[in-house]
């Protein structure tokens, strides 16, 4: 993984250091940048869930991706700046809020001295971190 390149693909200019500060502005860097996209799956397109192939799309060629594509290269960036982060089966509600099958989506668990639900990869969703 080149931390350089992705962190500039973010625009990401605070310190690259595993801290609640740093959790929030790597969130909101993220999400202000890359967009949430799902061409590939329309076009049917070869989705590839693997660390090299989600930065070539994703920093390489300035792409977007869908929730497991972002927040799997999102992970992956968190863990190479030393964050502790879990990958998170989760379910999207819909307006009679029911939930949709499992793996329907996929989250992140980042503990410091307290945990964080982050979320790079829903579209429509929160920028800024809020703790759990």
Avoid at 27 to 34: F, L, P
Avoid at 57 to 81: D, Q
Avoid at 90 to 113: Q, W
């Amino acid at each position: 993984m080149n931390t350089r390149a992705y962190l500039e693909r973010i625009n990401y200019q605070g310190p690259p250091t595993a801290s609640a500060q740093s959790l929030r502005q790597l969130h909101s860097a993220h999400m202000r940048t890359v967009p949430f996209e799902n061409l590939d799956i329309h076009l049917k397109r070869p989705i590839v869930l693997e660390d090299n192939a989600l930065f070539d799309k994703i920093v390489t060629r300035k792409r977007g991706g869908f929730c497991y594509e972002l927040n799997g290269l999102f992970a992956a960036l968190l863990r190479a700046l030393g964050f502790d982060v879990v990958m998170l089966s989760a379910g999207v509600a819909n307006p009679e809020r029911e939930f949709g099958p499992d793996f329907d989506h996929m989250a992140l668990l980042v503990t410091l001295e307290q945990s964080w639900l982050a979320d790079v990869g829903f579209g429509d969703s929160f920028v800024e971190l809020c703790q759990s």
